[in-house]
T-cell receptor, first 117, second 111 residues
Framework: ETGVTQTPRHLVMGMTNKKSLKCEQH?????MYWYKQSAKKPLELMFV???????ENNSVPSRFSPECPNSSHLFLHLHTLQPEDSALYLC????????????????FGSGTRLTVV | GQNIDQPTEMTATEGAIVQINCTYQ??????LFWYQQHAGEAPTFLSY????GLEEKGRFSSFLSRSKGYSYLLLKELQMKDSASYLC????????????FGKGTMLLVSP
């Protein structure tokens, strides 16, 4: 399998639930990202991991908790979410070399459509 | 920080040519990307510009003027399958060169 795979594709959860989103990349990239895509808004960067270390956290509420156990896997743990957190959550990977990315930038997964009820 | 503007929606007819503009203001610039996103799918890479000028790739071309903070994506010989959202994104020159995206331009191609 190649590319970036996200599971599940769709998720409906109550505000008191705990769930996790999973992302797996088979491209040998060394950086992974979580983005949030809401209607009529640009993609918003949430977290950046490089070589399994979190290097950026864009003022994301603590109800979102990322985990990167190795360079191929990235998780987003969710708990006590709010209805406004309903969105498409996109994972992406890239190869960062000496602070530069390759000309293709990111490879995205298909996303998880999250609905909080 | 980054600020990226592009039109919200555009319409065109099959076989025509359409130009989608993108303007940006950035605190650091290290390349501009265009992605295509069909509804419910992942964004896919279309083009990349880091130097001024035109990059051509089949039916798609992208232009960059760094002094004007301006880019456009040109789509020729439009096909129905080109109906999608087109995302303009700027890469900064921070250590991990993250991408900042515009809101996207929804293009509707009609017969």
């Amino acid at each position: 399998e190649t590319g970036v795979t996200q599971t599940p594709r769709h998720l409906v959860m109550g505000m008191t639930n705990k769930k996790s989103l999973k992302c797996e990349q088979h491209l040998g990239h060394n950086a992974m990202y979580w983005y949030k895509q809401s209607a009529k808004k640009p993609l918003e960067l949430m977290f950046v991991y490089s070589l399994e270390e979190r290097v950026e956290n864009n003022s994301v509420p603590s109800r979102f908790s990322p985990e990167c156990p190795n360079s191929s896997h990235l998780f987003l743990h969710l708990h006590t979410l709010q209805p406004e957190d309903s969105a498409l959550y996109l994972c992406a990977s890239s190869q960062v070399l000496w602070g530069e990315q390759g000309s293709r930038g990111y490879t995205f997964g298909s996303g998880t459509r999250l609905t909080v009820v | 920080g980054q600020n990226i503007d592009q039109p919200t929606e555009m319409t065109a007819t099959e076989g025509a040519i359409v130009q989608i503009n993108c303007t940006y203001q950035t605190s650091g610039f290290n390349g501009l990307f265009w992605y295509q996103q069909h509804a419910g799918e992942a964004p896919t890479f279309l083009s990349y510009n880091v130097l001024d000028g035109l990059e051509e790739k089949g039916r798609f071309s992208s232009f960059l003027s760094r002094s004007k903070g301006y880019s456009y994506l040109l789509l020729k010989e439009l096909q129905m399958k080109d109906s999608a959202s087109y995302l303009c994104a700027v890469r900064d020159n921070s250590g991990y060169s993250t991408l900042t995206f515009g809101k996207g331009t929804m293009l509707l191609v009609s017969p």
